[in-house]
């Protein structure tokens, strides 16, 4: 299941501030697009958290109304 594959996966901390301090020569922002449409709210938090949680700092979270 997810969480057994996401216990052997999970990045160490020592390897996300390797990530962090690297030097890219090149920058791009990655748009993280996110249709919303009743969702939870623990299931939106957990969304945000994750993305903020990223090693890599230049995104946008994009949220679209996906409502009828």
Do not use: C, G
Not at 22 to 28: A, D, F, G, M, S
Request: a neutral charge.
């Amino acid at each position: 299941d997810y969480n057994a594959w996401l216990n052997t996966h999970r990045v160490k901390a020592a390897e996300l501030e390797l990530q962090r301090s690297t030097t890219l020569n090149i920058t791009p922002t990655f748009s993280i697009i996110v249709p919303v449409f009743n969702t939870p709210v623990s299931f939106f938090n957990e969304m945000v958290l994750s993305v903020r949680q990223q090693s890599y700092e230049k995104w946008q979270l994009i949220l679209v109304n996906a409502s009828p």
